[in-house]
């Protein structure tokens, strides 16, 4: 096993959870949502399937969990075809060492996220001042220093392909961090969206605990490129996409999620942009 996997010196566990803890959601027949504390990971392979792909990794010590949600769906001992990434940040990549170590698969993500994920850059800071919600005031101690995946880190394919995911492609959805990418399946209009926007306020505290359901931009503290995560969200939702499931809250489909990627286009200023922030554009 590689000896340079490592995460940041400043990774912990960070203890901050919401009702939705430990709540699966059938989506599909082949995608499954699981909430880890405050964060949402995606299983894509109908159950008991051997062909079967992890999206994002969850909060710092999740992994164990992680793996009993895998063979609970997947039978005793099952392993994943690979692990994509939407990005990099520690709440998506919390249990990916662990998983590497157990399971031996590669992991892809976007070219441009690869320096947070080699231990050659950090993310910037978490700005706490974009809001008054508590999760904001606790952003800085939220880790942001690289991680190193070594060999088993890998570049999504240039043409668009999702690896082990047959009609799925990747769109580069930046802002939120340089390399976000979520994904969409044009046969059923399906995205999984990764940060790119939000189904709750996730700078909110009370909100986070009670999973309030309502859709906005990618969380404020962690977004360092704000033209560029409207232009995102506007490619997003020209995709006219059937259901969402996002990095953080509950699942949006139909007449809800189309009225509502539409309102948040309209009206990003409002519900998306802080009114202040280190890294407004």
Do not use: C
């Not at 978490?126 to 088993?152: H, Q, W, Y």
């Not at 940060?195 to 700078?203: G, I, L, N, S, Y």
């Amino acid at each position: 096993m590689d000896k340079n996997l490592n995460y940041g010196e400043d990774y912990k566990f960070i203890p901050a959870t919401s009702v939705g803890s430990g709540v699966g959601i059938d989506i599909l027949p082949d995608l499954y949502q699981y909430t880890i504390q405050i964060v949402n990971i995606v299983l894509y392979g109908e159950p008991q399937m051997k062909d079967f792909v992890l999206i994002d990794a969850g909060m710092p010590k999740s992994a164990d969990e992680i793996i009993s949600v895998v063979e609970e769906r997947y039978g005793s001992k099952s392993r994943p075809k690979a692990i994509i990434l939407t990005h990099g940040h520690f709440d998506h990549v919390g249990g990916i060492i662990e998983l590497i170590e157990r399971w031996g698969v590669p992991v892809y993500a976007h070219t441009l996220e690869i320096p947070f994920l080699s231990g050659k850059q950090n993310y910037p800071e978490p700005d706490p001042t974009v809001n008054n919600g508590l999760v904001a005031k606790m952003s800085p101690i939220f880790p942001n220093e690289a991680i190193n995946l070594g060999g088993s880190l890998k570049v999504l394919p240039s043409d668009g392909s999702v690896p082990f995911m047959a009609g799925f492609r990747w769109i580069h959805t930046p802002g939120h961090s340089p390399g976000h990418i979520s994904l969409f399946r044009e046969k059923d209009k399906v995205l999984i969206a990764g940060d790119a926007f939000v189904t709750v306020k996730q700078e909110s505290l009370y909100k986070v605990i009670t999973q309030t359901k309502e859709i906005s931009g990618p969380p404020q503290y962690f977004t360092t490129d704000w033209l560029a995560a409207r232009a995102s969200i506007e490619k997003l939702a020209i995709l006219k996409p059937s259901v969402a499931i996002t990095g953080h809250g509950l699942p949006m489909k139909g007449e809800e999620l189309t009225s509502n990627l539409k309102k948040l286009v309209d009206d990003f200023e409002q519900i998306a942009l802080p009114k202040q922030g280190k890294y407004l554009n």
